[in-house]
């Protein structure tokens, strides 16, 4: 997730886009770069670091120009670095472009351009796009496509690409206009007098205007200093009256959402989209091939599909995301696994294989505690993978092999969107394992990847009833206890679902498989005490009704998260919340959704700030 902007207008655009950026920083801050227009000149400047590094560099430097456009970073292809900065610029520095999104075809696309000759400068996926543009520009237009300038050319290049996207592209020959388009990637056009803008989010528009059209899927906006047109990707007219936006800065910044944890937690099915897709090939099997997965960014040598054990280690959420993955590895490949917290692996003098896989697991990458299991695992000689969300951090440049998590920055302390993308990422890695040691069949191969690709869908339908969980919560926020329980993969939900309640409510909460609640758990059970239930794994059904009654016997509340249509614990439960229908092996990719509502909602009725909870930290960096 990244931010862009740009404008045209009459005032000088630099501090134009400078302000805007500021807003947009929280879509990433790994560097920045603006491109103007000034005097038939297009100039680029571009930095490694937060906004306020490329603000430094400009001071001093006049540039004078009205059009320009601008970019803040959240790397996902290519190291934090000047080069790799946004915007980018074609061989003849004549047309430049800011992009936001995942062009998933961009090694074919780049192989393709280096064949014509195209000289490649950064290691980022958006390089392609100006190429592409500035080759349609150059050469004759492709069957089916009218010559028409920058805007043909632009419309040519948007038909080779897969992936998402929201582009701001300007061109020396066309100092009247700047053109942007978007697929499943926001943006927004601002429509004001005598100056138009673009932005990702409607913050960096207010100062400006409130009059805006929110581009839909596969659109595109020419905006002029006096008029905006619209396009289809088809290159058809498109009329739409304008929206009137109405939110006060505050909420703007969190797309209109009371808090950044319960964007990030809506923004899930779109990063679980963004980590699934590119690694699917065929994913619709529209072209009659079998879906596989195919890691781009990571070789995985074959020696790792024969590796005798595969060993996890991690903290705090990344730490329950590994608890899932034991289940995943050992449920579909066969393979045991051993799971640690980081902070007590480094301390106990494990064993040490080298012919292990060893995955290591953080959000960002700076986590003390799992760089230093890391780097012990090195000393020991074994091969290190490593899933993280930030790209150059350092875990990503001290492990072997890197699978990045493409949730975009996440704002809010408590995790949300990187503990669901660091779950696809490892049932894609154990699901290719499973094939790679023929524990799964061809059969069996396929339906898990169907099920996976209708995964975001699914999200969006919990979503959608998030209000029965907001109620819920209204009537049980002030409980003294809450215990979660489930077995095999809903005692892993279990377990993140307790510290998403504790991290932000401040409710005493815990966690522990169902099948334990005799041996010690139940002597806490009363009148004061939620019981919530994660009940997906059917075979156990039968079991998990047992321990319900037990807890509602002795006064317990009761909540029991299962499948929709489902009615085995109608009767016996105080309240029961369902989530689509899929493998149960792929559960928690959508059981763990009501338990981050339900643990923001208890916030929020407590007076707590979700997004900011007492004594913790978004990154642990110290031990």
């Not at 799992?370 to 899933?387: D, H, N």
């Not at 009833?465 to 095999?488: C, E, H, P, T, Y």
Request: aromatic share 8%; with cysteine; proline share 4%.
């Amino acid at each position: 997730m990244c931010g862009i902007t740009g404008y045209i207008g009459q005032q000088e655009v630099v501090p134009v886009l400078l302000g805007a950026l500021e807003k947009l920083e929280y879509r990433g801050y790994d560097s920045a770069g603006i491109a103007v227009l000034d005097n038939g000149e297009l100039l680029v400047r571009k930095a490694k670091g937060r906004l306020a590094v490329l603000a430094e560099r400009l001071v001093g430097e006049r540039i004078g120009g009205t059009l320009g456009i601008g970019h803040t970073r959240w790397a996902t292809h290519g190291e934090p670095s000047d080069i790799n900065s946004h915007p980018h610029t074609d061989v003849s520095g004549r047309i430049a472009v800011v992009h936001n999104g995942i062009i998933e075809n961009y090694a074919r696309l780049k192989e393709w351009l280096q064949a014509r000759d195209v000289v490649f400068r950064s290691d980022t996926d958006t390089e392609v796009i100006v190429h592409l543009i500035n080759y349609y520009y150059r050469s004759p237009p492709e069957p089916g496509v009218a010559p028409g300038g920058i805007l043909a050319a632009v419309l040519a290049a948007l038909k080779r690409l897969e992936g998402s996207y929201a582009l701001a592209v300007v061109a020396g020959d066309f100092p009247d206009r700047l053109i942007a388009a978007r697929k499943d990637s926001p943006l927004i056009v601002g429509l004001g007098k005598g100056e138009n803008l673009i932005a990702s989010d409607v913050p960096a528009l207010l100062s400006y205007t409130r009059e805006v059209y929110f581009l839909k899927d596969r659109e595109l906006a020419v905006l002029y200093r006096d008029h905006v047109d619209l396009f289809t990707d088809q290159g058809e007219r498109i009329h739409r009256a304008p929206s009137h936006v109405d939110w006060d800065v505050e909420s703007a910044e969190k797309g209109g959402f009371a808090h950044f944890m319960l964007k990030e937690i809506h923004e899930q099915a779109k990063a679980l989209a963004d980590t699934l897709r590119p690694r699917l090939t065929d994913p619709t099997g529209a072209a009659g091939g079998a879906m596989d997965i195919t890691f781009d960014e990571i070789k995985l040598d074959p020696s790792w599909a024969t590796a005798p054990r595969v060993v996890m280690t991690a903290c705090g959420t990344a730490w329950h995301a590994a608890m899932v993955g034991k289940y995943a590895f050992e449920h579909f490949a066969r393979i045991p696994v051993e799971v640690d917290i980081a902070s007590e692996y480094r301390y106990r003098n494990p064993v040490l294989q080298p012919q292990d896989m060893f995955i290591v697991i953080s959000q960002s990458g700076e986590t003390a505690d799992t760089l230093a299991a890391m780097r012990l695992a090195k000393q020991g000689g074994m091969r290190i993978l490593a899933i993280t969300n930030v790209v150059g951090s350092t875990l990503s440049r001290e492990a072997d092999l890197v699978l990045y998590t493409w949730a975009g920055p996440e704002i809010a302390v408590a995790s949300t969107k990187a503990f669901t993308t660091q779950l696809m990422c490892i049932y894609l890695l154990a699901l290719k394992l499973g094939r790679l040691r023929s524990h799964l069949s061809d059969e069996e191969y396929r339906r898990y990847l169907a099920a996976l690709t209708c995964i975001p869908t699914q999200v969006e339908g919990v979503l959608g009833k998030k209000d029965l969980i907001q109620r819920f919560a209204s009537r049980q926020f002030n409980k003294n206890k809450v215990f979660f329980m489930g077995r095999q993969f809903d005692y892993a939900v279990s377990l993140e679902s307790a510290l998403k309640l504790k991290e932000i409510s401040y409710t005493h909460s815990e966690a522990f498989a169902a099948g334990e609640l005799k041996h010690g758990p139940i002597a806490l059970v009363d009148e004061n005490t939620l019981v919530v239930a994660i009940a997906t794994q059917e075979t156990l059904f039968d079991k998990i009704a047992s321990n319900i009654r037990e807890v509602t016997a002795r006064g317990a509340a009761s909540l029991v998260i299962t499948w929709e249509g489902e009615g085995a614990f109608a009767s016996i439960a105080d309240e029961v919340f369902t989530i689509p229908k899929t493998e149960d092996s792929l559960s928690p990719l959508l059981s763990i959704i009501p338990a981050q509502l339900f643990a923001y909602y208890c916030a929020v009725q407590r007076g707590n700030d979700p997004d900011k909870p007492r004594n913790l930290a978004k990154s642990v960096t110290v031990e």
